[in-house]
């Protein structure tokens, strides 16, 4: 298994700025995955971070508007640059231990759930 | 492309009743499919996987069979309780990507 802690919870940010959301997860992991979960629709993978190197991001996604820290193997950022009332939404910070393996489940943070106003 | 589609929600059920959530899957080669569930206030976790075709995953009295004939992986119970009201979200998995439904909120009434 493995615990996860992200925060904040949740924040009420005006549009225009940045928020920088924390991953601290209980043991060490190659990857780690951030998603963004919209109201009333799945979660989207938003990019793929290993430490030592940038994180990989998926079609849509940008590294101006979402960059990502992964100083090492325990911990995560996420930013959320410029931000406008469509960035509101839940932000979910995952591992995945046997990532590349097909049968392994993945684990996630409580989530930090934005509003922009 | 992959993808997953998930009956949508809300359903509403009385306690002890039989539930079926519908989840059907497009995939390139043979995913690993698995149901998630987020109770109020909390994150993802796995309620139950299946890896190969006719596996059956299970998990505090729910179901769900692999048919590989019918891209399927639908999610039962034979009697839910109050405490299962929460969102179950179906989800396929190739190499280290999942790709998930849109999440069906279930509310168990007693």
């Known amino acids: 298994s493995a615990v996860i802690s992200q925060k904040p919870s949740r924040d009420i940010c005006q549009r225009g700025t940045s928020l920088t959301i924390q991953c601290q997860v209980d043991s060490q992991v190659t990857m780690m995955f951030w998603y963004r979960q919209q109201p009333g629709q799945s979660l989207t993978l938003i990019a793929t971070a290993n430490q030592g190197s940038e994180a990989t991001y998926e079609s849509g996604f940008v590294i101006d508007k979402f960059p990502i820290s992964r100083p090492n193997l325990t911990f995560s950022t996420l930013t959320v640059s410029n931000m406008s009332p469509e960035d509101s939404s839940i932000y979910l910070c995952?591992?995945?231990?046997?990532?590349?393996?097909?049968?392994?489940?993945?684990?996630f943070g409580q989530g930090t759930r934005l509003t922009v106003v | 492309g992959n993808s997953v589609t998930q009956m949508e929600g809300p359903v509403t059920l009385s306690e002890e009743a039989f539930l079926t959530i519908n989840c059907t899957y497009t995939?390139?080669?043979?995913?690993?499919l698995f149901w998630y569930v987020q109770y109020p206030g909390e994150g993802l976790q796995l309620l139950l996987k299946?890896?190969?075709?006719?596996d059956k995953g299970s998990n505090k009295g729910f179901e769900a069979t692999y048919r590989k004939e019918t891209t399927s992986f639908h999610l039962e119970k034979g009697s839910v309780q109050v405490s299962d009201s929460a969102v179950y979200f179906c989800?396929?998995?190739?190499?280290?990507?999942?790709?998930f439904g849109t999440g069906t909120r279930l509310k168990v009434l007693a």
């Open positions: 299946a890896t190969k075709a006719d």
């Open positions: 995952s591992v995945d231990r046997g990532a590349g393996e097909p049968n392994t489940e993945a684990f």
């Open positions: 989800a396929l998995k190739r190499t280290y990507k999942y790709i």
């Open positions: 995939a390139t080669g043979y995913p690993s």
